[in-house]
C-alpha cells in the first residue's frame, strides 16, 4: 500500500534502485523495543539497528513518538532504524516530580514526543482543576520550542467558567486559553485555527481529563478509547496505554499521551523564565543587581508582592519549580560522573 508521506510532514527523497538504501519514515508508536512507523510502503513494524544505537559509543538519538528516522526497510519483516533525524521540537521530562528528595538514586530523562507544532496543555474544569500542574505544564511546554496552547475541558461541569479561565489567561502569557465541551461541543470551533493539515498537535493532561474524547471530537468519529471518571473524586483511568501519532482526516496529525499526573522538570531553564516572565522581570527593577529578593532594601519583588500586583504563592510556585530544577540538574550531572567513575574503576581494576 502506498501512502503519502507528505501528509505526516515526511520530505521524499530521491528513488535509488538499491533496496539496501535507507528510506525516510516517521515514528507513530513507541512499544519498549518495538516502533510503529509510517513510511513509503504504509504502516509498518520497525525496530533499532543494535549496532548503531547499542555499540557503546553510539550518538543516535533514540527514537521516540513523532520522530523522523531513516529505516532500512523489510518486506517480510520488521524493517531497521538506522538514523533518528534532528528533531525541531521535543518534550521531555525527568522521573523526578519534587518528590522524596534523599530517597533519590537516579534521575533518568524520558522523552515523550518530538517534532510538533502546538502542545495542547489540558485540564479539567472539574473537581480536578490544578492551578500548579498547569503552570508545570506550561514550563516544560515553552521549554519544547512549540506553541502552548491551555485547553480546559467539560466546561458543561462547572459553574465557574469564567472566573477559572480568567485564573489560568492570568498566568498564562503568551498562550491562548480555550474552555470546551466534548459533550456539547462548545468552545471546540475555537480551536480549528490550530488543526491544520500537517501541523502535529501533542496532547498533554492527567488522567480523566478527555485527551481521547477530544481527539474522537475533532476526527468526528470513535478513534481512541474512552473510559469513565470517578464520580467521587473526578479522577480517571488511563485509556491511552502508549503514546501515539495518529493523522486525523483533516489532515492534521495528534500525539495522544498517557495521563501524567506528575510530571518532572527536565533542564527547565527557559521554559520556567517563559512561564514565569511576569516575575521575572522584577528583576530588572530591584535596587541592586545581585539582590536575592529576601531582606534586601528596594527589591522590586518584595514590594510587588506588598501591593498586591504579585501574588506571594506564585512567588512561591516559582522558587519551587527553580528549586527543583536545579536539583534535578545538578543531580542528575552528579549521577552520571558517579556512573562513570565507577565504570573506570571497574576497568582498572580488571587491568591489574
Known amino acids: 500500500m502506498n501512502t503519502n508521506i507528505e501528509d505526516y510532514g515526511i520530505s521524499p527523497i530521491k528513488e535509488s534502485t538499491d533496496p539496501s538504501d535507507p528510506i525516510p519514515a516517521r515514528i507513530t508508536a513507541v512499544h519498549r523495543e518495538r516502533y510503529e512507523v509510517v513510511c513509503q510502503h504504509g504502516e509498518i513494524g520497525a525496530r533499532l539497528k543494535s549496532g548503531i544505537y547499542y555499540n557503546g559509543a553510539a550518538d543516535e538519538l533514540f527514537p521516540t513518538v513523532g520522530d523522523y528516522v531513516l529505516l532500512q526497510y523489510n518486506p517480510s519483516g520488521d524493517s531497521l532504524i538506522v538514523k533518528t533525524e534532528e528533531r525541531n521540537s521535543s518534550f521531555s521530562r525527568s522521573d523526578y516530580s519534587g518528590h522524596g528528595v ?43 520550542g512549540a506553541q502552548p496552547v491551555i485547553v480546559l475541558t467539560k466546561s458543561d461541569l462547572s459553574d465557574q467558567v469564567s472566573q477559572q479561565l480568567q485564573q489560568v489567561r492570568e498566568i498564562a502569557i503568551g498562550a491562548d486559553v480555550f474552555a470546551i465541551s466534548s459533550k456539547t461541543g462548545d468552545g471546540i470551533d475555537e480551536l480549528k485555527s490550530y488543526l491544520q493539515p500537517r501541523k502535529t498537535i501533542v496532547f498533554l493532561g492527567s488522567s480523566g481529563v478527555g485527551k481521547s474524547t477530544l481527539v474522537n471530537a475533532l476526527a468526528e468519529g470513535e478513534i481512541m478509547k474512552v473510559a469513565d471518571i470517578r464520580e467521587d473524586d473526578s479522577k480517571g483511568r488511563h485509556t491511552t496505554t502508549h503514546r501515539q501519532l495518529t493523522l486525523l482526516n483533516s489532515g492534521v496529525m495528534v500525539i495522544d499521551t498517557p495521563g501524567m499526573r506528575e510530571l518532572g522538570l527536565w533542564d527547565a531553564d527557559s521554559g520556567i523564565s517563559e512561564t514565569f516572565s511576569d516575575v521575572e522581570s522584577l528583576f530588572h527593577q530591584c535596587k541592586f543587581s545581585d539582590c536575592t529578593h529576601e531582606r534586601e532594601p528596594g527589591c522590586a519583588v518584595k514590594q510587588s508582592i506588598e501591593s498586591g500586583a504579585l501574588s506571594e504563592d506564585r512567588w512561591q510556585r516559582y522558587l519551587q519549580l527553580k528549586k527543583e530544577n536545579l536539583f534535578v540538574t545538578n543531580k542528575a550531572a552528579y549521577l552520571r560522573e558517579k556512573d562513570k567513575s565507577h565504570k573506570l574503576a571497574v576497568i582498572n581494576k580488571r587491568k591489574k
Open 102 to 144: 534523599g530517597y533519590v538514586k537516579s534521575i533518568v530523562e524520558q522523552m515523550v514526543a518530538a517534532n510538533f507544532d502546538y502542545v495542547f496543555i489540558m485540564a479539567s474544569l472539574n473537581y480536578d482543576f490544578n492551578m500548579k500542574r498547569i503552570e508545570r505544564y506550561l514550563t516544560m511546554s515553552w521549554q519544547s
